[in-house]
């Protein structure tokens, strides 16, 4: 009689690796369409209804915010909704309190002046130190404050999985977690934020991808620049009437390239150094719930506010003191600000720019809300960060004064929205991933990014004529 032999634990795992190249690329959805179809069928057959509606209101609002065909342009809509209540909501509020912290700053290097400070030690703690916090509350806090919240109502409502289930195909193209779109989302407030909800993502690979292409969608520090350079060089060119509305449609167009640039460089590191299929993303959508103003309040202002802020405090002042000491420090009559600007003006010309917003750039790592009143700052020659001019005024310095022309108003939104992610990324990058090797191919992806599209733009540009 022959004895059976008995299949070891090992064994069904070589059997099923062995099967595994068999399956189709989507069994995983059959087998969770199988689940559901058979508890359907369950239902069906045990449960009586007391009612004979075909939907409930729940499911007639998915039927349209998940709906093929209006599913993505209402995603953008509310997109935009948020966008401009953001900028609107934010300007009265940011003019006040930097009109309120530049006051402080007045009276203290005043004091200091009066009891004998030397002017060196004034202007780096109160024109430096200080400034820099002040420029990077008073633009970075209110935006903060306003998106966050709005940001958690969609959330608390029920609306965000919506999202990601609108764009899970596409992320699942790109070898991505449909869950990616939260995080995307979350980092049009801040990219570090973002970074940080990268958490919901199970998968170590598919959460490195999205921690990795975060910095593609353009946060609010860098909204500054790309609705000056909207507002000064294309909506100029239209009647006033419209202006406000081509300001706002070209930074909702810059926003999808930085969308198209994530979904490009996800699928890029799907295929390369983080190669993998994109794992099953099994969502259930939950229903529609009135939002709890405490969770809201909490998780927008404690979480997510506060603690951004925080970080891009401690990184803000070293960045105002540099910029101070490159102002004021002078070699045979020009300051050391301008006299690396110079120096960097061949490359900036290979990609578009100048000098100038190169050393912004460098200088603006800790925190992207001053790259405008940095480049300011040394076009004209003045020793500490300053307020743009009024648009027009903006206008005649930029182009007249120094140059600017269209290419160098488009490759500088393209730069923006491509460029190394600032010093508080990095810094939540590297506490997220406990690599620094992560950390510094975040900024090689990006920065690499940037001066090869930059650089391609301007030399088409250049050889066609158009400049």
Request: glycine fraction near 8%.
């Amino acid at each position: 009689m022959t004895e059976t032999k008995q299949l070891q634990p090992q064994d069904v795992l070589a059997m099923a690796e062995s099967l595994r190249p068999q399956l189709g690329s989507g069994f995983r959805d059959e087998i969770v369409q199988s689940m559901y179809t058979e508890a359907q069928r369950i239902v069906d057959r045990a449960v009586n209804k007391g009612s004979k509606k075909k939907w409930d209101l729940d499911q007639r609002i998915d039927r349209l915010v998940t709906s093929p065909i209006f599913g993505l342009p209402i995603m953008l809509l509310i997109l935009a909704a948020v966008f401009w209540i953001t900028i609107v909501g934010a300007n009265v509020p940011s003019q006040m309190l930097a009109t309120g912290l530049f006051w402080i700053e007045e009276q203290a290097a005043n004091l200091f002046t009066s009891i004998g400070i030397p002017w060196w030690i004034t202007g780096f703690i109160w024109h430096g130190v200080y400034r820099g916090l002040a420029w990077v509350i008073s633009v970075m806090l209110p935006p903060m404050a306003i998106f966050f919240p709005v940001f958690t109502i969609l959330e608390d409502l029920g609306y965000l999985p919506r999202v990601a289930f609108n764009l899970d195909w596409m992320f699942k193209k790109a070898g991505a977690h449909g869950k990616q779109a939260l995080t995307m989302a979350m980092g049009f407030g801040c990219n570090a934020a973002g970074v940080v909800a990268t958490r919901v993502i199970d998968s170590p690979r598919e959460r490195l991808i999205a921690i990795l292409t975060n910095n593609f969608v353009p946060c609010n520090g860098r909204f500054p620049t790309l609705i000056m350079l909207a507002t000064v060089f294309v909506a100029a060119s239209f009647p006033p009437v419209f202006s406000s509305f081509v300001a706002a449609g070209t930074v909702v167009g810059v926003v999808l390239i930085g969308v198209f640039f994530t979904m490009l460089m996800s699928w890029i590191l799907s295929r390369t150094v983080l190669k993998g299929e994109a794992s099953a993303f099994t969502l259930e959508l939950p229903p529609y719930r009135r939002p709890s103003i405490g969770r809201i309040l909490y998780t927008s202002i404690i979480d997510r506010t506060i603690f951004v802020l925080w970080r891009a405090i401690l990184t803000a002042a070293p960045a105002g003191a540099a910029i101070w000491i490159l102002g004021n420090i002078n070699i045979q009559g020009v300051s050391l600000a301008q006299l690396i600007a110079n120096f960097l003006d061949p490359l900036g010309f290979l990609i578009g720019l100048d000098g100038v917003i190169l050393l912004a750039y460098i200088i603006a790592i800790p925190a992207n809300e001053i790259v405008v009143p940095t480049m300011m700052m040394v076009y004209m020659g003045v020793g500490m960060m300053t307020d743009p001019p009024s648009y027009s005024q903006l206008h005649t310095l930029l182009v007249d004064g120094h140059g600017w022309t269209m290419l160098t108003a488009v490759n500088l939104m393209l730069f923006s929205l491509l460029h190394n992610p600032c010093a508080t990324t990095i810094m939540t990058i590297y506490k997220e991933t406990k690599s620094k090797k992560w950390a510094a191919l975040s900024v090689v992806i990006t920065l690499g990014t940037a001066f090869i599209v930059t650089f391609l733009t301007a030399t088409i540009a250049r050889l066609a004529g158009w400049v």
